[in-house]
């Protein structure tokens, strides 16, 4: 158990709807980061927050947002969803931004658009 | 920019064969080089790093050397197990990018009895 909690394990949904992800990090974890595993692209670096507040963003497209609230959890908010979005989404959370620390992931996020 | 390319899978072994799982990167400077494991149904799991060139990291009898001049980090176990069979992932990180994990496609490894 890597102590990263992500819900729901699963969602399925229409084509042009809204979801939501969450993710609660590790007990101490400040970071929180955000992955889409797909089976033609593997896994896609999202976005990360560290204490509340934006850090990075990769490709993360404009139709899909994210944020950290006080507790440190995190949404990931998918919206006018395309089938091509249907992936697993991961969360990932470390306790601060030194390189050599690694990264725990929850289970996913399966998310199916049809 | 950063890039890794692993050998494409599916690989399919016998119990106790050798396994190798080829990774190369492109990279500037001096990146971190990671191997995850995503066994069926779970998240990604840390199975072993190394930081610096000629540095090896091994766990769970599995081995992986940094090997700068020839720009690989390839994975390697001398007796694989039905228990292995999973997705594996060879990642780099660099200094300078807030952290962002470059991946590999990611090879999948069944083992059979």
């Known amino acids: 158990d890597s102590g990263v909690t992500q819900t729901p394990k699963h969602l399925i949904t229409a084509t042009g709807q809204r979801v939501t992800l969450r993710c609660s990090p590790r007990?101490?974890?400040?970071?929180v980061y955000w992955y889409q595993q797909s089976l033609d692209q593997g896994l896609q670096f999202l976005i990360q927050?560290?204490?509340?507040?934006?850090?990075a963003k990769g490709n993360i497209l404009e139709r899909f947002s994210a944020q950290q609230f006080p507790d440190l959890h995190s949404e990931l908010n998918l919206s006018s969803l395309e089938l091509g979005d249907s992936a697993l989404y991961f969360c990932?959370?470390?306790?601060?931004?030194?390189?050599?620390?690694?990264?725990?992931f929850g289970n996913g996020t399966r998310l199916t658009v049809t | 920019g950063d890039s890794v390319t692993q050998m494409e899978g599916p690989v399919t072994l016998s119990e106790e064969a050798f396994l190798t799982i080829n990774c190369t990167y492109t990279?500037?400077?001096?990146?971190?080089l990671f191997w995850y494991v995503q066994y069926p149904g779970e998240g990604l799991q840390l199975l072993l790093k190394?930081?610096?060139a000629d540095d090896k990291g091994s766990n769970k009898g599995f081995e992986a050397t940094y090997r700068k001049e020839t720009t690989s980090f390839h994975l390697e176990k001398g007796s694989v197990q039905v228990s292995d069979s999973a997705v594996y992932f060879c990642?780099?990180?660099?200094?300078?990018?807030?952290?962002?994990?470059?991946w590999g496609l990611g090879t999948s490894l069944a083992v059979n009895p």
């Open positions: 990279a500037t400077g001096y990146p971190s």
């Open positions: 990642a780099l990180m660099n200094a300078g990018n807030n952290r962002k994990l470059i």
């Open positions: 190394a930081t610096k």
């Open positions: 927050y560290y204490n509340g507040e934006e850090r």
């Open positions: 007990s101490g974890d400040l970071s």
């Open positions: 990932a959370s470390s306790v601060g931004s030194t390189n050599n620390s690694p990264l725990h």
